[in-house]
């Protein structure tokens, strides 16, 4: 499971991309980060040389140390920045090499305070600079999804370094785009600037994101390990989080806020998109053949067809009166609808607009922000939700507070439920497009009475469970021959396969979480699929190493441990007979992939100029991820811009390799579409 460390150039290209409609693109596609410039040899050897014995004797200090978890991410991702920069050519100008070995300086530093025995604050504190409002200070932390550790930013106030309050504010800043601000300018931003928000008081975390994402994908889940990794070493109020940003942060607070709600006690978006299609100018003509699929999988990141979610929390937009940008603001407010729900909890998006201004927050914006946050803050947690609207496309989002969708029709359409605690008790519920939900009033703060529960489903007036005051009540109801059921809290069998939250697709969701590649130690049984397997293991490592600032952890098949299935998704590329792991396990698989065929359903393909890209639950670990074929799945096309990076391929897809994969798709994509809610095999619908 080492990774592979390699550099990796791709440039700037001219590319000319033919599809099965006939239509031809014509675009250049930047690479990201950028091709830097080339060092003087004497100055690169040196930074070689430093930073590998910076690297050796962090290994060595780790190997001595009983608890290293708690302070070597802290260290190693100052060493860990410097690799990738010199790895990757992240080098712009002469003066970022020392920029570089003010990173190994801090890093070494930090180390020798370690061996002296410091820890917590007292290590992330060297290299921190006092700030009017605080201190600013740069860490990491250790991704659960590869391994890697990431950077974060932190302003911490002066008293908190002291006094350690029991509760603190945190506000999230979520940053620009910036393509060259890789790892190591952007440890030393945080450092050295306080950011566009430091409120008196209140601790500033900066998420690195993984670069260049709007935080979606790993980076959406690098936000949510970057808190957990604060929660840890400082005292946070989880009733007082907000969640802010702007430009391509902004987008990400739309996103952010609007799928997981009851996160924050308020959202503050600047500018930024909220969707794809408009937002790129594709409501005539999508520059490729998206199917029937790619259209659906847009409602992974569309905001606003879930805008109504925001009634959960507190909302004050920015927008600059000149930008552009401006009109995603005005879309989210176009498309919120008012309802007897919404209308009780007093559902408003409150925007800002900075008079005069183009891309840029303005100082009075800035003032008026901050004062309705405080506002805001100030009442936060006082009163337990008794009210609740959720939808979502997918069970990937699937709970704000004590409600939780388990189950639905059918994906990527919406499901909605709304749920309200009333007088007796009653719960009354109504829902669209879903089968099971849960109900977990351990969080809702209800003062409950004993005696027996009062459901109201859909109209339907059913008794519910018994109530005993002070104890936890947790109820989970489904849908069975149009009638709701409460039902027992749920345990998976193996052999029973359903799309449930964690475990709902498409392929990119198995790259959100742990995982590894499991390469092939056998060749495929034809030339050409064994050509686009290569192509596609070296560009999905590729991939995950540059767009994704990680750690390509593999594995070959034969070398696969009983450990490593349990607790990772496995990314597998081969044949079903070139891969060890595959074919241990193509028996439980829903497409077939012989010598003589590959079959998917009653469709057939030819193996020997076909290959099969699939998601499907592990059947050796049915809470794992099985994957064939395929790293993330948007490419080079999606570099010019964040909105455009998107998943583009479903559960399954089958590829006629004998035409050569270009920057949008792996090769052309001839069938495809998602598994059922059963993960099943749809009826053939043709839809490319």
């Known amino acids: 499971m080492t990774p592979i460390r390699f550099l990796v150039t791709m440039t700037f290209i001219v590319s000319s991309v033919t599809h099965s409609a006939g239509r031809i ?68 100008k002469p003066k970022d090499a020392d920029a570089a070995q003010r990173a190994l300086s801090i890093g070494k530093d930090r180390l020798a305070a370690v061996e002296s025995g410091k820890r917590g604050l007292d290590i992330l504190s060297i290299g921190s600079n006092k700030k009017q ?18 950077p974060y930013g932190l302003v911490i106030p002066e008293t908190l370094l002291t006094t350690k309050p029991h509760s603190n504010r945190m506000d999230v800043w979520l940053h620009g785009r910036g393509d060259t601000t890789t790892e190591v300018p952007f440890l030393l931003e945080r450092l050295d600037k306080l950011g566009q928000y430091a409120p008196p008081g209140v601790i500033v975390l900066h998420p690195f994101g993984r670069h260049c994402n709007a935080f979606k994908f790993a980076g959406e889940t690098d936000v949510y390990e970057a808190i957990q990794h604060v929660q840890s070493i400082l005292s946070i109020d989880d009733n007082r989080i907000s969640i802010r940003g702007f430009s391509m942060g902004g987008a990400g607070v ?44 847009l409602a ?47 559902f408003k998006i409150n925007h800002v607009i900075g008079k005069g201004m183009g891309h840029k927050i303005d100082e009075p914006s800035a003032v008026e922000i901050d004062s309705q946050l405080a506002i805001w803050e100030a009442d936060s947690g006082k009163h337990p939700r008794t009210k609740i609207h959720f939808t979502t496309p997918t069970l990937k989002y699937h709970q704000i507070d004590w409600c939780s969708i388990e189950g639905m029709n059918e ?40 005696g027996y529960l009062e459901m109201i489903i859909d109209g339907e007036k059913i008794d519910g469970p018994a109530v005993t005051k002070g104890q936890t009540l947790v109820t989970r109801w489904s849908k069975i021959d149009d009638h709701w059921e409460e039902s027992p809290p749920e345990v998976m ?27 092939p130690s056998r060749p495929c049984r034809h030339g050409v699929v064994q050509r686009f397997v290569d192509r596609e293991v070296e560009h999905a490592r590729a991939t995950w190493r540059q767009i994704m600032r990680g750690d390509d952890r593999f594995v070959l098949d034969q070398n696969l441990t009983a450990q490593q299935i349990a607790n990772c998704n496995l990314i597998c590329f081969g044949d079903f007979n070139s891969n060890r792991y595959l074919a241990s396990i193509a028996p439980s698989l829903p497409i077939k992939w012989t010598d003589e065929t590959l079959t998917v359903g009653n469709q057939s ?40 990076q998107i998943a583009m391929l479903p559960d399954w897809a089958v590829v006629d390799v004998t035409e050569p994969s270009n920057q949008i798709f792996p090769g052309k994509v001839v069938e495809a579409d998602f598994f059922d809610e059963t993960w099943q095999l749809k009826q053939p619908r043709g839809s490319r």
């Open 25 to 92: 693109v014509a675009e250049t596609y930047k690479q990201l980060p950028p091709p830097g410039i080339e060092l003087p040899a004497e100055t690169l050897s040196a930074l070689k040389k430093d930073t590998q014995s910076l690297r050796e004797r962090i290994d060595q200090t780790v190997q001595g140390s009983p608890d290293a978890d708690e302070w070597r991410a802290d260290v190693e991702v100052f060493a860990r920045a410097v690799e990738l920069a010199i790895e990757q050519n992240l080098f712009y």
């Open 133 to 150: 409002n605080g201190r600013t200070v740069a860490g990491g932390f250790i991704s659960t999804i590869d391994g890697s550790v990431q």
């Open 254 to 297: 739309w996103h952010l806020a609007a799928h997981n709600p009851g996160q924050w006690f308020a959202a503050n978006p600047g500018a930024g998109f909220v969707e794809t299609v408009k937002y790129q100018g594709w409501e005539k003509e999508f520059p490729y053949e998206p199917g029937v699929w790619g259209r659906r999988l």
């Open 300 to 346: 992974w990141y569309d905001v606003p067809p879930i805008v109504n979610n925001l009634v959960n929390t507190k909302v004050v937009a920015y927008s600059g009166e000149n930008d552009k940008q401006r009109e995603s603001a005005e879309m989210m407010l176009e498309a919120s609808t008012p309802s007897s729900l919404l209308n009780d909890a007093g």
């Open 411 to 450: 994906h990527w359409k919406l499901a909605t439920i709304d749920a309200s605690i009333e007088e007796a008790p009653v719960v009354r519920v109504e829902t669209t497009n879903v089968t099971s939900f849960q109900l977990d009033f351990s969080r809702s703060g209800w003062p409950m009475h004993s």
């Open 493 to 519: 069998p193996a052999n029973d396969l359903r799309k449930r939250p964690g475990l709902q697709g498409p392929i990119d969701d198995a790259l959100t979480s742990s995982f590894l590649f499991v390469l």
């Open 605 to 644: 393909f030819d193996p020997s100029k076909h290959a099969a890209l699939l998601v499907y639950p592990n059947p050796q670990s049915p809470n794992r991820y099985i994957v064939v074929n395929s790293g993330i799945t948007f490419r080079q096309f999606s570099n010019t811009s964040n909105s455009r």
